[in-house]
């Protein structure tokens, strides 16, 4: 998979206006590996540091807005707001009215939680002006210190290991891939392993 999506941004990163388009439709299939992938080939030289970061984050901006829109098109079937429960929704709509900037921020920081919270943020009916302001805000910090810091150590890869920085690509791509597993793994043990800790006799 990594190779894959790499080649096949490389086919479309020599123009600016395809190659920022390429990128903005593999942000929308994998985020995180079209971040790396986009740094990687404007370390190469391939294509401009500007052209794949606005691809970035028209991608991701447009990928964000459409998990809310999927929560508030979820939130206008009756069935899911019994499920859900009237008194839930209006607690949650509550708590993050207080909290939004931290919520998502932490949400786009931290793998997996994107999609719950940016879904819940659009089914608890958060202001759509906030939401995409805070959206928009958090995707460009990111994404841009993200891609910064691999575009450097892709500009180091390809000065030191010559022809071979390619694999050094598919290597931090295939990390990118699998860390959030990981963690989410290593958190579901975590608290699976709290759960079934006997309570301390008081």
């Known amino acids: 998979m990594p190779d894959a999506l790499l080649e096949w941004l490389s086919n479309y990163a020599a123009d600016p206006v395809l190659g920022a388009l390429a990128l903005a439709l593999a942000t929308l299939i994998l985020e995180d590996a079209a971040t790396v992938a986009g740094a990687l080939l404007a370390a190469e030289g391939v294509i401009a540091p500007g052209a794949a970061l606005l691809g970035l984050y028209v991608g991701i901006v447009a990928g964000d807005l459409g998990l809310y829109g999927l929560g508030r098109l979820a939130a206008s079937y009756a069935w899911a707001r019994r499920l859900v429960g009237e008194d839930n929704i209006e607690k949650g709509r509550a708590y993050l009215d207080r909290t939004l900037w931290v919520t998502l921020f932490s949400a786009r920081s931290i793998p997996g939680m994107r999609l719950p919270t940016y879904t819940a943020s659009g089914f608890l009916r958060v202001a759509f002006h906030r939401f995409a302001l805070i959206a928009i805000v958090a995707a460009a910090l990111w994404t841009t210190v993200f891609f910064v810091v691999v575009l450097r150590l892709g500009e180091a890869a390809a000065a030191r290991l010559s ?14 891939l699998v860390l959030p597993r990981v963690i989410r793994a290593v958190i579901r043990r975590r608290d699976a392993a709290d759960d079934e800790r006997p309570n301390a006799v008081e």
């Open 163 to 176: 022809g071979w920085s390619w694999v050094f690509g598919l290597a931090l791509i295939s990390v990118v």
